[in-house]
């Protein structure tokens, strides 16, 4: 478990550069998480480190295998200065442990939801998964473990949660990218959906 995260935070700061901050979470019954922060510009992200320790288990299999199975860590980006963004660690946190404590495999297209703002103020309570492969690099690990892989956080408002759960993330994905929407802007409106 030490090895993987010491391979996943390598990999995170050759992509990402040196953390400026950390912060550890844990919650009873699940292993350590910690959010890591990168500044980049005008562009903080967040970065969890502990999801990936273990693989990711299909709540149906009636024994989880130990070695085997798909891995992932979270990754924000917001730009910087506009909200109080920092207090996204505890729900980064959250979302980095539901694989442990639900049993949920999280993959590009999810939807994840915290149940409040993600950050105070903030008009998104969820995230799109989206595709890894594209800040940073997949972690190949050896064989029999599957990759690490690194995947976005788009935050959703409340319309584009409940749009995209009938029309499907791709969908979603292309009305942002229609619209022009900075998906990184912490202030956003939502995008018209009509």
Not at 20 to 36: P, Q
Not at 41 to 65: C, E, F, N, W
Request: hydrophobic share 45%; charged share 25%; glycine share 8%.
């Amino acid at each position: 478990m030490g090895e993987v995260l010491a391979l996943v935070e390598a990999r995170l700061r050759s992509a990402l550069g040196e953390p400026d901050a950390r912060a550890a979470v844990t919650f009873v019954g699940t292993d350590r998480i910690e959010v890591l922060r990168f500044i980049d510009g005008d562009i903080v992200r967040y970065a969890t480190l502990g999801m990936s320790a273990q693989p990711m288990t299909d709540p149906k299999d009636v024994l989880a295998d130990p070695v085997k199975g798909p891995r992932a860590e979270l990754v924000l980006s917001v730009r910087a200065g506009l909200a109080d963004t920092d207090k996204v660690l505890r729900p980064l946190a959250v979302l980095a442990s539901s694989p442990q404590v639900e049993g949920v495999i999280v993959a590009p297209g999810n939807s994840m939801d915290v149940g409040g703002p993600l950050w105070p103020s903030a008009p998104f309570s969820s995230v799109l998964v989206a595709e890894s492969g594209g800040l940073v690099e997949d972690l190949e690990l050896d064989s029999p473990m599957d990759p690490v892989r690194f995947l976005p956080l788009l935050p959703m408002t409340q319309n584009e949660a409940a749009w995209k759960r009938v029309h499907g993330a791709a969908q979603l994905q292309e009305r942002w990218l229609t619209q022009g929407t900075d998906l990184r802007d912490p202030l956003r409106r939502s995008v018209p959906l009509a």
